[in-house]
């Protein structure tokens, strides 16, 4: 039972999706789980703008409670053997302490809890294999692994043709603002740009409209956590709006592009891939066809 996406996104990939027998109330793809029993839900509006959601998310965790509430008792009556949760961000997925609290002091389950850890690429191949070997299915997570690497080289050699690497900011939130950070750098390096905050296997850092301006990055793209397309473009006032964002490079160049970050940049999983293709799509388009155009990027 996965109660994060990704971990979702992992189990199918690795072809277990007709084990799963719950899913956090975040787990929407492949299409076939969103018919599972919901185990999660936010506590926090999260239909608000994007600093109210900022002042909800920060309001909990100074408070020390969690953003999300797990279903013990639903959880319980489905018997799961394996639970899915992760340790790296308490705010973007049901976090250990949350799974731990509920397996152990409410459920009466003895499931095998998985916590997976995603920092960087690497950690994402180890969090495969870990759940593969959990699972019982060792060999169908190596042959994922070199399957999805495979893929991610094929990119990574066509970016390395490109005649320029372009400076990039990535913003994944847009008021306050935050940077990219874990995997993003990583993703933007490979894909032939220059990354211009966050570090690649650390936590996204809060950065200010004034490194912005001062880097005048050749490219900004906007990959909200937790935001489709729609609910990124719908936010991108919160840039637009302030003072040079007109005098900016990338807005005179016409290299502003927006993400769904929910579906792909901010989600751990095999779709790191398709991720790291859409950055190819918008850092290179004279190498990349815009095949993930609309579904996982749009300019703005």
């Not at 992760?86 to 003895?110: H, I, K, M, P, W």
């Not at 050749?218 to 005098?247: N, S, Y």
Request: charged content about 20%.
């Amino acid at each position: 039972m996965p109660l994060l996406s990704s971990g979702t996104e992992i189990v199918h990939a690795l072809g277990l999706g007709r084990l799963q027998i719950g899913r956090s109330h975040e787990c929407d793809y492949p299409a076939s789980v969103v018919d599972l029993p919901i185990c999660t839900k936010p506590a926090i509006a999260v239909s608000g703008s994007s600093p109210e959601i900022d002042r909800l998310v920060k309001g909990r965790v100074v408070s020390a409670l969690s953003v999300y509430d797990v279903d013990s008792k639903l959880i319980a009556s489905l018997e799961p053997t394996h639970i899915i949760t992760q340790t790296q961000c308490e705010v973007c997925a049901v976090s250990l302490a949350d799974v731990e609290r509920a397996v152990q002091n409410e459920t009466g389950t003895r499931a095998h809890v998985i916590a997976l850890e995603p920092y960087a690429l690497a950690d994402l191949w180890r969090d495969i294999q870990r759940i593969a070997d959990a699972c019982g299915h060792a060999e169908q997570g190596r042959e994922l692994i070199a399957n999805l690497q495979n893929r991610l080289q094929s990119i990574v050699q066509r970016a390395r043709r490109a005649a320029m690497r372009p400076t990039v900011a990535a913003i994944e939130w847009l008021e306050p603002l935050m940077a990219g950070g874990n995997w993003v750098p990583e993703l933007i390096k490979l894909a032939g740009g220059r990354n211009l905050f966050g570090m690649a296997g650390r936590h996204s850092p809060w950065m200010t409209w004034g490194q912005v301006i001062q880097a005048d990055p050749d490219a900004i793209v906007a990959l909200p956590c937790g935001f489709d397309l729609t609910r990124t473009r719908a936010e991108m006032h919160w840039l637009a709006e302030r003072a040079g964002w007109k005098q900016l490079r990338a807005v005179l160049s016409g290299r502003v592009f927006i993400c769904d970050g929910n579906q792909f940049m901010n989600r751990p999983g095999p779709r790191l891939v398709e991720s790291l293709q859409a950055f190819g799509e918008m850092l290179h388009p004279e190498l990349f066809k815009p095949e993930l155009e609309h579904s996982a990027w749009e300019k703005f």
